[in-house]
Structure formats: C-alpha cells, structure tokens
C-alpha cells in the first residue's frame, strides 16, 4: 500500500483478499486510509475456530463419513477451540489440549498421536487464527465491501459466513457497534469452491483436477461492482 501510494500512475488504491487474505483485507484498511475499497473473497466474517469448525464437519459428511461420528467429532473440536481461546497464552495449553484429546478418546489416541496434534493446535499461527475475529475490523469500515461466497465451498461456509457479514452491517452486532456503511455488497454465486471454481463435490481432491482457474461469474461480477463503486475518501 505504502508503495503504490507513492506511485504517480495509480489513482487509487483497493485491496482484495481470497480466504484468510479476505481476513487481512479489513484489518489492512483499518490501519491504511489510503485503501479506499475491499474485495472479500469466501473472507471469512466469523472468527476463526468456527469457521475450522464447521469446516471439519462439513468435509466430513461430504467424504460420507457418519453423521454421528461427525457431530462427536464436531463437539470435541469446540471443546479444544475453547480450551485456546480461554487460555491463549497458557504455559500449559499443549498440556491441556493434550490431556482432552487422550481423555475425550478414552485411550484411543496415543499418546505420540496426542502431543502431535497439540503441538499443532497450540502453534502460534493457529491460536492466532482460532482467535481472530474479523468483524472487529469490518464493524469499523466505512468503505465499499464487496464480500463473495460460493455456495460449493467446503472450507469457508457461504450462508454462515453471508449472515455473519449481514449482522455485521446492522445496528443489532452484539458488540454494541452500530455501523453506517451502506456501501456493502453481498453475493453468492451458485457451484463454485472455496477456489472459486465451479465444481461438482466442492472439495479440496477436487481441486487439481478442475481445468478453469477461476469462474467468469466472480470475474463479471467484480468488473461490474468496480464500475460501480463510489471512492470515499476517509
């Protein structure tokens, strides 16, 4: 941004980010005035421990793993997002994710298998990520926002993630924030992926063996938001 602020050929200055790039859109705009517009592409709007949570599941049930076992699975993972969120910089948290995972499996996972997947929930960029919470950042906004799902994304829900943005943008956020953007546009654009690909199953094996880079309805859809767009200066 500093860079191309300082270039004589560029007007203006607008910033898109694809999945944990949509996150560091609005953080990034909160902090440079010189961002005038933002692209959220599948951003997620939520923090991150529900969006991995509802990613696994959702994964899940689409490989046709049981729904039962799904929905254990589903609890346990809230229970050790939690355990991250409570106690983020806690000596003890891989002990503490560790002792949840051999006691939750009572015995099933070993204790090899345990440290490894504490060591993992308790790396710095994953606590970073489970806590972060975008809407911190969007609620400050004042900017055009063009947030766009797919509706065959596996890994960033479109419909949680489309009322997320909506409460966002309302006088009812429950962090007492009331917004007056009105320049936020919404769109969910039918059979795409998390690559905004249009796909079959939306899963991520999916992924290479798809031909097209990416759909002509996000490249349509932006060229005309563009066209569209009023540049506020803020």
């Not at 094996?205 to 563009?226: C, D, G, H, R």
Request: net charge neutral; charged share 20%.
């Amino acid at each position: 941004v500093e860079y191309l602020s300082q270039r004589k050929d560029v007007s203006v200055i607008g910033m898109i980010g694809h999945s944990e790039g949509g996150m560091i859109a609005p953080l990034a705009a909160t902090k440079y005035d010189k961002i005038k517009f933002i692209v959220m592409m599948a951003g997620p709007a939520v923090p991150g421990r529900e969006i991995l949570a509802k990613q696994n599941t959702e994964l899940a049930l689409r490989s046709g793993v049981d729904s039962s076992q799904v929905m254990l699975f589903e609890q346990l993972n809230r229970e050790l997002y939690d355990i991250v969120k409570i106690a983020p910089k806690s000596s003890e948290l891989k002990s503490l994710i560790k002792e949840k995972l051999i006691t939750a499996s009572k015995g099933a996972v070993s204790d090899e298998v345990a440290d490894k997947q504490a060591a993992q929930l308790t790396s710095s960029w994953m606590v970073g990520f489970l806590n972060f919470d975008p809407a911190k950042y969007l609620s400050t906004l004042k900017i055009p926002i063009l947030a766009v799902y797919g509706t065959n994304d596996t890994q960033v829900d479109s419909k949680m993630n489309i009322n997320a943005v909506k409460q966002i943008f309302s006088n009812n956020y429950n962090m007492n924030v009331t917004t007056n953007n009105k320049h936020v546009t919404i769109a969910e654009l039918q059979g795409l992926n998390h690559l905004f690909q249009e796909s079959s199953s939306g899963l991520p094996n999916e992924y290479a063996s798809i031909e097209q880079t990416i759909s002509p309805k996000f490249l349509v859809l932006l060229n005309e938001w563009m066209k569209s767009i009023k540049i506020i200066n803020h």
